[in-house]
């Protein structure tokens, strides 16, 4: 099934937003965040607690300060 634009014209979509992640939504924008090395490290060390990359740690703990506790994956937010 393709998708219409505005103008009812089949929307082109583009391979790497073809792959949304389930849990967390589609991603159509980059996001690139710098964070202090300290704080980076503190996060890291979480994202291997929980078994997973820093990157979807970093995205959960996003939606959960923006959205609350109740989106995105749980396991990945508890101490």
Known sequence: MNRLDSD???EELVPEFDDPV???GKNIFALKIFL???IK???QHRAN???VPLGRF???MIC???FGRDVGPKK???G
């Open 76 to 78: 990945l937010l508890r």
């Open 58 to 60: 970093a995205r959960a």
């Open 64 to 66: 959960a300060h923006l």
């Open 8 to 10: 009812g014209e089949p």
């Open 49 to 51: 607690m929980a078994k």
């Open 36 to 38: 202090p090395s300290k």
């Open 22 to 24: 389930p849990e967390m």
């Open 41 to 43: 490290e503190g996060l």
